[in-house]
T-cell receptor, first 114, second 113 residues
Framework: DTGVSQNPRHKITKRGQNVTFRCDPISEHNRLYWYRQTLGQGPEFLTY????????KSRLLSDRFSAERPKGSFSTLEIQRTEQGDSAMYLC????????????FGPGTRLTVT | DQQVKQNSPSLSVQEGRISILNCDYTNSMFDYFLWYKKYPAEGPTFLIS?????DKNEDGRFTVFLNKSAKHLSLHIVPSQPGDSAVYFC????????????FGTGTLLAVQP
């Protein structure tokens, strides 16, 4: 299967702990996106990478959040000092550049902060 | 502010009939629109898209219509099948270099056998 993969699928953590999620995009895709989805809402854009460069960050991405894509392949999203409001589904998507508008999503990581 | 709106949280149709899902947007700079389908515990799956310069795009049982003057698009599924039961999200591309997508809140479609 060559789709987008995300690990872990589920994460339960206590408030104040740090968590890290991983996304492996479709191999030939240059662009990688992170979105967050809460109950009853559609996915909301967090940040995106063109190869290894992080080119845009949403105001939703507070300074407790950091994302990396060190070699332009997989990406990690870290949340420090988690809060209950961080509980959500974190979705990763990838796409080719330029003419391709479609983004292909992974299965997501469900974070629960207790 | 909600730039992409799906005003119907849910829709129920009989198998074999047409399903029509609606979406409204406010930003006239959106240049591309997409529909995604989402099953529980899975990520959204791309379904069909349309450029802002078109008014219709068809792919098998799925057709998307775009009315730019009304800032409205709709997804038609005909005939509807029980396997189509899922949450459907409308999304708009913001344009510029980012290609980020702005999603509506989704419509839960239930196709009754």
């Amino acid at each position: 299967d060559t789709g987008v993969s995300q690990n872990p699928r589920h994460k339960i953590t206590k408030r104040g702990q740090n968590v890290t999620f991983r996304c492996d995009p479709i191999s030939e895709h240059n662009r990688l996106y992170w979105y967050r989805q809460t109950l009853g809402q559609g996915p909301e854009f967090l940040t995106y990478f063109q190869n290894e460069a992080q080119l845009e960050k949403s105001r939703l991405l507070s300074d407790r959040f950091s994302a990396e894509r060190p070699k332009g392949s997989f990406s990690t999203l870290e949340i420090q000092r988690t809060e209950q409001g961080d509980s959500a589904m974190y979705l990763c998507a990838s796409s080719l550049t330029a003419g391709n508008k479609e983004q292909y999503f992974g299965p997501g990581t469900r974070l629960t902060v207790t | 502010d909600q730039q992409v709106k799906q005003n119907s949280p849910s829709l129920s149709v009989q198998e074999g009939r047409i399903s029509i899902l609606n979406c409204d947007y406010t930003n006239s700079m959106f240049d591309y629109f997409l529909w995604y389908k989402k099953y529980p515990a899975e990520g959204p799956t791309f379904l069909i898209s349309i450029s802002s310069i078109k008014d219709k795009n068809e792919d098998g049982r799925f057709t998307v219509f775009l009315n730019k003057s009304a800032k409205h698009l709709s997804l038609h599924i005909v005939p509807s099948q029980p396997g189509d039961s899922a949450v459907y999200f409308c999304a708009a591309r913001s344009g510029g270099a980012t290609n980020k997508l702005i999603f509506g809140t989704g419509t839960l479609l239930a196709v009754q056998p």
